[in-house]
């Protein structure tokens, strides 16, 4: 399967993406050509993605939780990025202005 990235604003999940090497590779950046897809995890996943946030000492704007479902679906954490520019909104287009509204209300 590869690594999942979950994405959560204000502490609701957003939109998730699937990471997967290519055939013969484990690592999966973009230079290696590793395929990124839209990606749709189950409830077990997300509920388990989320507890790992309720964690931290102070709820984020926004947080990518990056890891690998095994095949019980318990999620094995690898990273949980606070201060992350790759959100990939392009693979979930839609969910942008969600961002662009959660920022705006810090603002005020």
């Known amino acids: 399967m ?3 990235s979950l994405v959560f604003i204000d502490g609701d999940f957003s939109h998730a993406v699937a990471k997967r090497p290519q055939r013969g590779e484990f690592r999966i950046n973009s230079q290696y050509q590793g395929q990124i ?17 309720t ?5 984020p704007l926004y947080a990518r939780i990056d ?3 095994t095949a019980d679906e318990t999620f094995c954490l690898i990273e949980l990025e606070v201060n992350e520019p790759g959100l990939y909104f392009q693979y979930a287009p839609e969910r942008a202005a969600h961002f662009t509204t959660a ?6």
């Open 37 to 53: 897809v839209r990606a749709s995890p189950s409830v077990a996943v997300l509920a388990q993605a989320h507890a790992l946030l």
């Open 2 to 4: 590869g690594e999942l």
């Open 103 to 108: 920022i705006g209300a810090k603002l005020h």
């Open 55 to 59: 964690k931290l000492p102070e709820l």
């Open 67 to 69: 890891g690998v479902v």
